[in-house]
């Protein structure tokens, strides 16, 4: 069976469904200068950075702020979220995932995080499943956000394997291109309708074994 080296996993969608607090804390933050974010605008949202996602919110609302009120914005969106996932624990992991990460821990896959997110580590330590990770890569440690593929390249560099070995598990579009981008195979979990880019769509993780990934993934041919 040839399983990749490395498979590099991003949090939010794939691991756990926090996009819905994402969306709910962004929905009241737009809320609050009279402006209504759809659901549409807030897939386009995933994988974006939070600076980057308020941008994008005003850029469609047609307002402009000051940098201290930006600020604000964004730490008031960042409170609201944290107060949605204080309660998140082992059984809020997604269906099949965490069984499938240990199965290629056990095979002696290695095991990273590729998340935008600067909570990722807690919401990590929330699930119980830290020990299952050699690296993590959140949203403090990288300077160009998804589809730029910085995020996915740092845990190939730091674990030593080349991108044509790793596999990539993303739920949003700007994750998938910055998977491509890294020159790794990458996994779209969610609607193949939704998820363009990706090399192969699981629709969740249910009973997916380390048997179902060797037979799917093959190394990209051109880096
Ligand atoms: C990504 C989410 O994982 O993290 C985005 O898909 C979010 O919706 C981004 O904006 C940044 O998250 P945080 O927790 O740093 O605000
Ligand atoms: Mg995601």
């Known amino acids: 069976?040839?399983?990749?080296?490395?498979?590099?996993?991003?949090?939010?969608?794939?691991?756990?469904?926090?996009?819905?607090?994402?969306?709910?804390?962004?929905?009241?933050?737009?809320?609050?200068?009279?402006?209504?974010?759809?659901?549409?605008?807030?897939?386009?949202?995933?994988?974006?950075?939070?600076?980057?996602?308020?941008?994008?919110?005003?850029?469609?609302?047609?307002?402009?702020?000051?940098?201290?009120?930006?600020?604000?914005?964004?730490?008031?969106?960042?409170?609201?979220?944290l107060h949605f996932i204080k309660d998140i624990s082992p059984e809020d992991a997604l269906d099949g995932v965490v069984p499938f990460i240990r199965q290629l821990k056990e095979k002696g896959v290695k095991i990273a995080l590729g998340s935008a997110s600067k909570n990722a580590r807690t919401i990590i330590e929330k699930l119980g499943i830290l020990p299952l990770f050699d690296y993590i890569v959140d949203g403090t440690m990288t300077t160009r956000g998804k589809p730029h593929p910085e995020v996915f390249l740092l845990s190939s560099n730091h674990l030593d394997t080349p991108p044509s070995s790793a596999v990539v598990f993303e739920d949003a579009v700007k994750g998938l291109q910055a998977a491509k981008k890294a020159g790794m195979f990458c996994i779209g979990i969610g609607k193949a309708s939704e998820l363009p880019f990706a090399?192969?769509?699981?629709?969740?993780?249910?009973?997916?074994?380390?048997?179902?990934?060797a037979r799917c993934w093959s190394k990209p041919l051109t880096v």
Not at 7 to 18: A, E, K, N, S
Not at 199 to 213: H, M, R, Y
Request: hydrophobic share 40%; charged share 30%; proline share 3%.
């Open 1 to 81: 069976m040839s399983l990749p080296q490395l498979c590099i996993f991003d949090l939010d969608g794939v691991i756990v469904d926090t996009a819905r607090f994402h969306y709910r804390a962004w929905k009241k933050t737009a809320g609050r200068f009279g402006y209504a974010l759809t659901p549409a605008q807030n897939e386009a949202l995933k994988g974006v950075s939070r600076r980057d996602s308020l941008a994008c919110i005003l850029k469609w609302a047609g307002i402009t702020l000051q940098k201290d009120e930006f600020d604000t914005y964004c730490d008031e969106k960042n409170e609201m979220y």
């Open 199 to 213: 090399d192969i769509v699981w629709p969740n993780f249910g009973d997916k074994t380390a048997e179902d990934l």
